[in-house]
């Protein structure tokens, strides 16, 4: 018996794409994406390239905004005002967080390549091993499951480095806070400071990867709370509207071999107002917004937590990530109100679903968020 090589194949890759295509097909639709949608499951809405490409347009038409391998333009007046929020003498951009990061513990390290970071950190866990297999630095990973490393391991590190056969001087400790794997967490501010006095004490500098830190309630004093680090890295496009970029801050010396390093690295690109520029737009119409948007979280937390029917498990170090505690049947309910309203809201899970504020919450008001949720 003769059979078609291309049919039989054919037909198998359908056979098996079916499952697929199947759950696909059963999974719940929600409306088209307009001005009131919502996103509760992440930091921001999805990009939206055609909105861009229209605001990037407009802001460009406006001004003298080019820079030349990132001097000058969009790309300076970003770095300002980004030393300025974040309370430091001089900043620069950077094409990726990755870049940031990595050319930040570089420079921090010197000749001491040992550092000590969190084991949940992105440093650590979504970076390829940038450190150690570009800059020989041995990364000492601490605190397996939990925001931060006790005083008690850091300290245990110190003596493990500098007190065997072979002395080794700790170059860096490199924190991320909010960390994303542990629901967003922030190092609470007293243990930034025993983390700093303990560095300080050994000759240890201090980056932080603060790629969400902006998202924080606004209770939390920015320029307070990084005034420990050298160098601080933020993201500017998790939440900022920019297609890519961040920026790395630090005293001017250190961000001038931070600068050195990123060309090394190749991260001196041609052209980087367009990032730049949208970002630049969109930081005190944030700014303001994620300040609102943690108030008005807070009542609807109140008013659902009144029923009786949801907990708010309260946390004082969350940065914009919740926990609210309910049935499975209510959320499964809430979830499917949700949906056909154009809300997206996280799924149930171990008798709670997570709950993410940001920009988005402000486009509808508290009332329709508790009718949603509560039915």
């Known amino acids: 018996m003769h059979i078609d090589r291309r049919v039989f194949l054919g037909a198998t890759a359908a056979s098996l794409a079916l499952p697929g295509l199947v759950r696909a097909q059963s999974a719940p639709a929600f409306p088209p994406v307009d001005a009131r949608s919502v996103w509760l499951v992440g930091d921001s809405a999805p990009p939206d390239p055609t909105a ?20 000058g333009g969009a790309v300076e ?52 091993n940038m450190a150690q297999r570009l800059a020989g630095i041995n990364l000492v990973s601490l605190g397996a499951g ?6 008690e391991e850091l300290v245990a590190a110190f003596d493990a480095a500098e007190k065997g056969p072979y002395a080794l001087k700790v170059g860096a400790i490199s924190l991320e806070s909010p960390v994303r794997r542990l629901e967003g967490q922030l190092i609470p501010p007293r243990r930034v400071a025993e983390i700093a006095a303990l560095a300080s004490a050994h000759g ?13 309630p606004p209770v939390l004093d920015r320029t307070a709370y ?86 708010w498990r309260l946390d004082p170090f969350a940065s914009n990530i919740h926990r609210l505690e309910m ?27 997570p709950f993410y504020v940001n920009e988005t919450l402000l486009r509808r008001p508290v009332e329709e968020y508790v009718k949603l949720i509560l039915g």
Request: proline share 4%; hydrophobic share 45%; with cysteine.
């Open 226 to 311: 990084v005034a420990p680090f050298e160098t601080v890295y933020v993201s500017l496009y998790k939440y900022l509207g920019a297609p890519f970029g961040a920026v790395l801050a630090g005293p001017m010396a250190t961000i001038a071999k931070a600068r050195e390093w990123r060309h090394i690295y190749g991260g001196l690109i041609y052209q980087g107002w367009a990032p730049a520029l949208l970002a630049l737009d969109a930081l005190p119409r944030f700014l303001k917004n994620i300040s609102e948007a943690h108030g008005m979280a807070d009542r609807l937390f109140v008013e659902l937590q009144g029923s009786g029917k949801v907990k």
């Open 52 to 71: 861009m490409s229209a605001r990037l347009a407009e802001l460009a038409g406006a001004g003298s905004v080019r820079d030349g391998y990132l001097n």
């Open 146 to 151: 939990r925001v931060t490393p006790t005083q």
């Open 327 to 353: 049935s499975q049947a209510l959320a499964e309910a809430a979830f499917e109100r949700c949906r056909a309203a154009g809300v997206r809201l996280g799924r149930w899970e171990k008798g709670s679903i």
């Open 77 to 128: 007046a970003l770095e300002k005002a980004f030393a300025t929020l974040l309370g430091k003498e001089a900043c620069a951009f950077f094409p990726t967080g990755t870049l940031a990061n990595n050319v930040a513990l570089r420079v921090l390290c010197g000749d001491a390549p040992h550092a000590l970071c969190q084991y949940d950190s992105h440093l650590y866990r979504d970076e390829s």
């Open 204 to 216: 240890t500098r201090m980056h932080l990867d603060a790629a969400r830190l902006l998202l924080a």
